[in-house]
Structures are given as structure tokens and as C-alpha cells.
């Protein structure tokens, strides 16, 4: 940064290249965000906002470094420690955790755009392929354009009536810009219906 100097005033000039040895978006940010988050934080996405580019992650680096470190971002449930292994395990390692941790403290420096990996491919349409059955709730809800988040139950039969094997499960909502996440289990109990009433 270079200071010019006024009476009475100093205005700091800052750049947003990143000095040796910082950490910074392009070389070292932005691989853990391709990997990890722009899959739902990217335009049209279902996330809020979009971080597939350094003007819109910048702003947003202590509160990316507190989401990570808190590890309620990315979403993902299991347990490393007693969990075993997951195809498509969406979890940051220590070393990825560490990297944007350093890039906030770091003052969030851009660096060499020409540093950027090529952004990763975005499949359009069902991204487990197409399913063998889609079922959806039977009545629509409305949700209300003021208060804070609703947690509903909805309860779906599925239109089966022999035994079937799950090997994939993709949840798409009507709206993705009001709907944050789905927790999607079986109940043989009529414990969820009565929720759901």
C-alpha cells in the first residue's frame, strides 16, 4: 500500500494483490471454494450468494473462515470420526481448513488471477442422473415473506410395494431461493404424519 499524505488527512491506498508469502484467493482460496462450495454458491445456485469469483468472497472471507471452522460449512452431516467413508464426502480437510483460515487472517489478498484453476463443470439438470422415481409432496406450501426460518415436516409416500435398493438420493426444491436444506428420512412410525398434520 502506498500512503499519499494531505493536510490533516491520510488516505490509505491499497492494492489487492497478495505480497509473498500471504495466502491468497487465486493460488489458494479459490481451489478449496471450486471443490467445495460453488457447487450451491454460484448463479443459480442454491445457496444465498455465489462465491465463484474473488469480488464476491473477499467481503465474505471471516465469515467463510467461521463457517468452515465451525464446520457448518459444508454441509455435511457424518462424523468423521466413527462415520467410516462416504462416496461424495463433502468435508474440507485440515489442510483446506487451514488455507482459508490463513487467507481471512491474511486480509482476504486476491493475487494472480492467471493463478486461477479452470472453474469446475456444473451439471445441469439431475447431477445423479436421471431417477428411477421422483416423488413429491401432494399439497404446495406457501411460505410467508417475513419471519425467521420454518422448519416443516412433510411426509411423502413412496409408490412402492415390493422392496427396493437405494443407491442414490437427490433432493431438488420447487423454490431454491427460500429453501435452505432437506433432512430426508424413512419412518414406519406414525410419528412424522402427525407432524405433518
Not at 10 to 26: D, E, K, Q, R, W
Not at 124 to 137: A, E, M, Q, R, Y
Request: charged share 20%.
Amino acid at each position: 500500500a502506498t500512503w499519499p499524505r494531505a493536510l490533516g488527512c491520510a488516505i490509505n491506498v491499497a492494492t489487492t494483490s497478495a505480497a509473498p508469502g500471504l495466502t491468497n484467493y487465486h493460488a489458494h482460496a479459490a481451489p478449496v471454494l471450486q471443490r467445495h462450495c460453488v457447487e450451491c454458491h454460484r448463479p443459480g445456485g442454491t445457496a444465498p450468494f455465489a462465491l465463484d469469483a474473488y469480488e464476491q468472497a473477499a467481503p465474505r472471507a471471516a465469515a467463510i473462515a467461521d463457517a468452515v471452522t465451525s464446520r457448518r460449512m459444508p454441509p455435511w452431516k457424518p462424523d468423521p470420526a466413527g462415520s467410516g467413508t462416504f462416496v461424495g464426502a463433502n468435508r474440507l480437510s485440515d489442510a483446506e481448513l487451514t488455507r482459508i483460515q490463513q487467507w481471512a487472517k491474511d486480509g482476504a489478498p486476491e493475487g494472480d488471477p492467471t493463478a486461477l484453476p479452470p472453474a469446475p463443470t456444473v451439471t445441469p439438470g439431475w447431477k445423479l442422473g436421471k431417477p428411477d422415481l421422483i416423488v413429491t409432496p401432494t399439497e404446495a406450501f406457501t411460505l410467508g415473506p417475513e419471519g425467521t426460518d420454518v422448519f416443516r415436516i412433510f411426509v411423502i409416500r413412496l409408490p412402492v410395494s415390493s422392496s427396493k435398493y437405494v443407491t442414490g438420493l437427490e433432493f431438488r426444491p420447487g423454490n431454491a431461493r427460500v429453501v435452505h436444506h432437506a433432512n430426508i428420512r424413512l419412518d414406519r412410525t406414525p410419528q412424522s404424519r402427525e407432524f405433518d398434520e
